[in-house]
């Protein structure tokens, strides 16, 4: 059964920074593309990052997230700088088999979600 578990969220001033983990089990990691989308209030679910075959970002992030890939610890990461209010969102990982995509409807397996608050 595959299972993702993000963590790291949390409250943070604009302009700081945080991490996010993405915790993967009864997968073999290391053959699944991965990524992050994010949901803000009242809206949908949007891509933010994907990495597997190809690595690439939501225009709204370029130069301020970074996504990562650990496979021998089978964690997923998301570097954060430079935050803004407009990031405040639920922050889910996903996974996929095959190249990575930045629609949400083409990954099968979601983490929880964590909660980012950017506060100005």
């Known amino acids: 059964q595959v299972q993702l578990a993000e963590s790291g969220g949390g409250l943070v001033q604009a302009g700081g920074s945080l991490r996010l983990s993405c915790a993967a089990s009864g997968l073999t990691f290391s053959s699944y593309a991965m990524g992050w989308f994010r949901q803000r209030p009242g809206k949908e679910r949007e891509f933010v990052a994907i990495i597997g075959g190809i690595t690439n970002y939501a225009d709204s992030v370029k130069g301020r997230f970074t996504i990562s890939r650990d496979n021998a610890k089978n964690t997923l990461y998301l570097q954060m700088n430079s935050l803004k209010p407009e990031d405040t969102a639920v922050y889910y990982c996903?996974?996929?088999?095959?190249?990575?995509?930045?629609?949400?409807?083409?990954?099968?397996?979601w983490g929880q979600g964590t909660q980012v608050t950017v506060s100005s």
């Open positions: 996903a996974s996929r088999q095959g190249v990575a995509r930045a629609r949400p409807n083409d990954y099968n397996y």
